[in-house]
């Protein structure tokens, strides 16, 4: 790896994401000299990229660093001899998200970004135009690195890993850190002073242990979640999701928010049918967001990352992404929580699996920890489940093949009939005909 100055790209430039990346690389200077950061996106994301651009540069103008920050709507010269190439796009932009969330709630079905019918139809959208980036590293960035942000990080890993011999991928997520902060809060802890381990899928992950300088601290965590104290953040995260203490005592290890679609799923179809029906899907809620975010990215005046992009979901996306890359870069061998296959790591489940799990990453990538080598057996039915869902919906997004397109969604925990995974795959199909190209006919 190159020690004179690193070149990044980044794909989704206008993604309202990328002031809490450019925040990371402003902080991390030292650590990961960057001599170029170029941001890319579509023709349809050219005018939110030009008011990113101009926020990007104040910040950088304004922290002293000496990046030279380009932007541009071809890809293939952003990429040529870059390092590092991180994508966060999102096909369609959010209103594509908007029917995602809709046509599955019109049905009464979860309607959710990565979950259900709308992660199958994210991962139809995302997976291909992935593999076309891929591609353009493998002839303009033969050594560059790919950092995935995009949606849905697991399902795009197992497609990379299974259907690519492409190897210099690292799937990201900012859930895992998340559930690292709030543990530490809860116990007292400096973060930088604590481990944790991760294991299951991307947005399907349980924290099966939590260590402070060394030493396990999880039957105290399990403690703090479940007494009801409610000065705890966490506690009130845990109430706020719904889970029953008695079921946490239970299960024994901490599940990620997103388990609620699972564990949960009555109460979440209700939380989410109330608003579809006002109009306030998520998907409707950040659009809203995000328009607000972008006229306060206009402000001439703004030079530094504002508090409000918290709100928009990607809260310490900087700290996930920029450490993997500082990792690889400085070989620091430090631990990280990233989608990466199993190669046969983990004992009890197939080696070919693309999994999320605590993994120490260096200058050759990222390994999984070793002190996690089986999957528990009381969540090792949920996670199979999924995991065939994002194999054979990695395949209809390759294929564009109606007939396994539609197994995947007969194949979701979140759609009950055949009857309505066919209605709604022709429903989706159609809405989204634009971005699914390799559906023909």
């Known amino acids: ?13 206008g993604s309202s994401y990328t002031p809490e ?23 349809a994301g050219a005018e939110k990229q030009d008011i990113v651009y101009n926020l990007a540069k104040r910040m950088i103008e304004n922290a002293g660093v000496p990046i030279k920050l380009y932007q541009t709507l071809d890809r293939r010269e952003a990429i040529k001899d870059a390092d590092f190439v991180t994508t966060q796009l999102r096909v369609g932009q959010l209103d594509a998200r908007v029917l995602d969330e809709r046509i599955p709630l019109s049905h009464g079905l979860i309607g959710q970004e ?10 139809l959208r995302t997976i291909p135009v992935i593999f076309d980036i891929i591609k353009d590293i ?37 859930v895992p850190i998340s559930m690292k902060m709030e543990a530490a809060k809860a116990l007292g802890a400096d973060v930088n002073d604590c481990q944790m381990d991760l294991f ?15 030493e396990s601290k999880f039957a105290e965590l399990i403690c703090a979640l479940t007494s009801g104290d409610e000065s705890s953040q966490t506690v009130k995260n845990i109430v706020s999701l719904g889970f029953d203490t008695e079921f946490i005592k239970s299960l024994n290890l901490i599940p990620c928010p997103y388990h609620r679609y699972y564990y949960k799923e009555k109460e979440m179809t209700a939380i989410e049918m109330g608003e579809f029906y006002k109009g306030e899907t998520r998907a409707e809620v950040v659009k809203r967001v995000e ?26 996306y900087s700290d996930t992404a920029c450490e993997v890359i500082n990792a690889i870069y400085n070989d620091l061998g430090t631990e990280q929580y990233v989608n990466i296959p199993n190669n046969g790591h983990v004992k009890n489940i197939p080696a ?7 993994a120490t990453i260096g200058k050759d990538g990222a390994q999984p920890t070793e002190r996690i080598v089986e999957f528990e057996n009381k969540v090792y039915g949920l996670i199979s489940t999924i995991k065939a869902f994002e194999i054979e919906a990695s395949k209809a997004a390759i294929t564009g093949d109606y007939h ?7 194949m979701n925990p979140l759609i009950h009939s055949d009857e309505d995974a066919k209605l709604i795959l022709d429903e989706m199909l159609e809405a989204h005909k634009k971005y699914l190209p390799q559906f023909k006919g």
């Not at 303009?140 to 399902?155: E, K, R, V």
């Not at 070919?352 to 605590?358: C, L």
């Not at 396994?404 to 007969?410: P, S, V």
């Open 352 to 358: 070919d699996w693309a999994i999320e799990i605590t």
């Open 291 to 316: 328009a607000e975010l972008f006229e306060l990215y206009k402000d001439v005046n703004l030079n530094v990352k504002p508090k409000q992009l918290d709100e928009r979901g990607g809260a310490h």
């Open 114 to 123: 990565t979950n259900g019918a709308g992660g199958l139809f994210k991962g």
């Open 138 to 174: 493998e002839e303009l960035a033969p050594d560059a690195w790919l950092i995935n942000f995009a949606n849905p990080s697991g399902m795009v890993t197992e497609a990379v890993n299974r259907f690519t011999d492409f190897k210099r991928f690292v799937g990201v997520c900012n």
């Open 200 to 214: 299951g899928l991307n947005h399907l992950v349980y924290m099966s242990d939590f260590y402070v300088k060394g």
């Open 21 to 43: 990346l450019i925040d990371g690389f402003i902080k991390r200077y030292e650590q990961l000299p960057i001599r170029e950061l170029w941001l890319v996106d579509v023709e």
């Open 1 to 13: 790896m190159k020690k004179d100055g690193i070149k990044i790209a980044t794909i989704g430039g």
């Open 404 to 410: 396994t397109a539609l197994m995947a969604m007969n």
